[in-house]
């Protein structure tokens, strides 16, 4: 099915377990339907395409250590609802230690009692444990990313009854475990018996573990270099946006404007044809937070943040707005002096100041882009007199100015 499937179209896989390696190799969305795809030897499921998206997987490593690599992406590939055993690399954090066992044995238990159970365990990146049996619970249910001491509480399971619970681990992969136990009446209460300690680590980012081949890829992925001196940008000028700000980054706007000009900021998402994705693809007062949550919107303060490691596969630019709101058309950029963009990631380290504007009552302000799998800045500064109507048009959103 994926071999006869054109490049950029969607494969529905069928139901089943189905024998990897699976590689992937132009770009395609793969959705399964309680599809698992397993093999041997890692990995499992290997990402060579940009434009890669998968979705409603498991992808399973049947022999060596949990931590052997399930899912490879050696370029920018998305993963959506994916349960994995073993472990992943080429997604940012979650490439790090995953260390909980594939299976906590409690052993005998005092019946219809409470009792608790410690362990330690390290997980990449910020993790959400979900047990679906309400006798059983787990604090701290949010984990942290790195080291984590765990209580596990078991309350009122009669002795007739063997316990076998699947608990979840959830950040952006799924990680399934089995616990059980044996509930009897004529053993003692467990009081935090220890039942699992994970290894020490060094989770600072030069332990995680080296990629396998090479990886031209992410520049989302790489850490900025901040010995670099922040960067003001003039119109037309275009850089590595890992080279100064990384994947997770705010930008503010400010100027010197008359009494009753409002300038709000709005965030397009695009695809290749440079089309928003429907209204949802639009982040702006009227709709704060986009569908992955790649682009918000802070009315308290009008800042917007991004977050490149959530953006949809299909994302390959966003543009970024201002415009003077609706209602005057003598309301124009001309009387707004110094409007000035700062992006900022821990500190200020990209600033555009947009200058030259006249009667443009919305602007472009800058685009981010993907070029050969790097995400670039290109400074714009340029716009659109008829206001916010026309630039929706322009990227397919269908507005009329009142």
């Given at each position: 099915?994926?071999a006869?499937?054109?490049?950029?179209?969607?494969?529905?896989?069928?139901?089943?377990?189905f024998?990897?390696p699976?590689?992937?190799?132009?770009?395609?969305r793969?959705?399964?339907?309680?599809?698992t795809?397993?093999?041997?030897?890692?990995?499992?499921?290997?990402?060579?395409?940009?434009?890669?998206?998968?979705?409603?997987i498991?992808a399973?490593?049947?022999?060596?250590s949990i931590?052997?690599?399930a899912?490879?992406?050696?370029?920018l590939?998305?993963?959506k609802?994916?349960?994995?055993?073993?472990?992943?690399?080429?997604?940012?954090?979650?490439?790090?230690?995953?260390?909980?066992?594939?299976?906590?044995?409690l052993?005998?238990?005092e019946?219809?009692s409470?009792?608790?159970?410690?362990?330690?365990?390290?997980?990449?990146?910020?993790?959400?444990?979900v047990?679906?049996i309400?006798?059983?619970?787990?604090?701290?249910?949010v984990?942290?990313?790195?080291?984590?001491?765990?209580?596990?509480t078991?309350?009122?399971?009669?002795?007739?009854?063997?316990?076998?619970a699947?608990?979840?681990?959830?950040?952006?992969?799924?990680?399934r475990i089995?616990?059980?136990?044996?509930?009897?009446?004529d053993?003692?209460?467990?009081?935090?018996?220890?039942i699992?300690t994970?290894p020490?680590?060094?989770?600072?980012?030069?332990?995680?573990?080296?990629p396998?081949?090479?990886?031209?890829?992410?520049s989302m992925?790489?850490?900025?270099?901040?010995?670099?001196?922040?960067?003001?940008?003039?119109?037309?000028?275009?850089?590595?946006?890992?080279?100064y700000?990384?994947?997770?980054?705010?930008?503010?706007?400010?100027?010197?404007?008359?009494?009753?000009?409002?300038?709000?900021?709005?965030v397009?998402?695009?695809?290749?044809?440079?089309?928003?994705?429907g209204?949802?693809?639009?982040?702006?007062?009227?709709n704060e937070?986009?569908e992955?949550?790649?682009?918000?919107?802070f009315?308290a303060?009008?800042?917007?943040?991004?977050?490149?490691?959530?953006?949809?596969?299909?994302?390959?630019k966003?543009a970024?707005?201002?415009?003077?709101?609706?209602?005057?058309?003598?309301k124009?950029?001309?009387s707004?002096?110094?409007p000035?963009?700062?992006?900022?990631?821990?500190?200020?380290?990209?600033?555009?100041?947009?200058?030259g504007?006249?009667a443009?009552?919305?602007?472009?302000?800058?685009?981010?882009?993907?070029?050969?799998?790097?995400?670039?800045?290109?400074?714009?500064?340029?716009?659109?007199?008829?206001?916010?109507?026309?630039?929706?048009?322009r990227?397919?959103?269908?507005?009329?100015?009142e």
């Amino acid at each position: 099915m994926i071999a006869q499937a054109a490049a950029g179209s969607s494969v529905a896989l069928p139901s089943g377990e189905f024998e990897g390696p699976l590689i992937i190799s132009k770009p395609l969305r793969l959705i399964g339907k309680n599809t698992t795809i397993w093999a041997k030897r890692s990995p499992v499921i290997e990402i060579n395409s940009n434009g890669v998206s998968i979705e409603n997987i498991r992808a399973e490593l049947t022999e060596g250590s949990i931590n052997d690599v399930a899912v490879a992406a050696n370029v920018l590939a998305a993963a959506k609802d994916i349960e994995v055993l073993g472990g992943v690399r080429g997604f940012g954090a979650e490439d790090g230690f995953f260390d909980v066992p594939r299976a906590i044995e409690l052993g005998e238990f005092e019946a219809d009692s409470v009792n608790t159970f410690t362990l330690a365990v390290n997980v990449p990146d910020k993790t959400e444990i979900v047990c679906g049996i309400g006798e059983v619970s787990f604090s701290p249910s949010v984990l942290t990313a790195g080291r984590n001491e765990l209580t596990v509480t078991v309350s009122g399971i009669s002795a007739q009854t063997y316990l076998y619970a699947e608990v979840l681990f959830k950040s952006k992969f799924t990680r399934r475990i089995y616990l059980t136990g044996r509930p009897k009446t004529d053993v003692p209460k467990a009081e935090n018996k220890r039942i699992y300690t994970a290894p020490e680590r060094d989770f600072s980012r030069a332990a995680l573990p080296e990629p396998i081949g090479t990886t031209d890829v992410i520049s989302m992925t790489r850490t900025p270099d901040t010995s670099l001196p922040s960067l003001e940008m003039k119109r037309g000028q275009r850089v590595s946006l890992s080279q100064y700000i990384g994947s997770r980054f705010e930008i503010f706007f400010t100027c010197e404007k008359p009494q009753g000009y409002e300038i709000d900021p709005y965030v397009f998402l695009l695809g290749e044809n440079e089309q928003s994705f429907g209204d949802s693809g639009l982040v702006f007062f009227g709709n704060e937070r986009s569908e992955n949550g790649e682009a918000v919107y802070f009315p308290a303060d009008g800042h917007v943040e991004i977050d490149l490691a959530k953006v949809d596969f299909r994302v390959r630019k966003i543009a970024l707005a201002y415009s003077i709101y609706a209602g005057d058309t003598r309301k124009n950029f001309s009387s707004v002096r110094v409007p000035r963009v700062s992006i900022r990631a821990g500190g200020e380290r990209v600033s555009f100041v947009m200058e030259g504007l006249a009667a443009e009552a919305t602007v472009v302000a800058m685009e981010f882009y993907l070029y050969k799998g790097e995400w670039k800045i290109s400074a714009v500064g340029a716009g659109y007199k008829d206001g916010m109507a026309k630039l929706c048009n322009r990227y397919g959103i269908d507005v009329v100015d009142e």
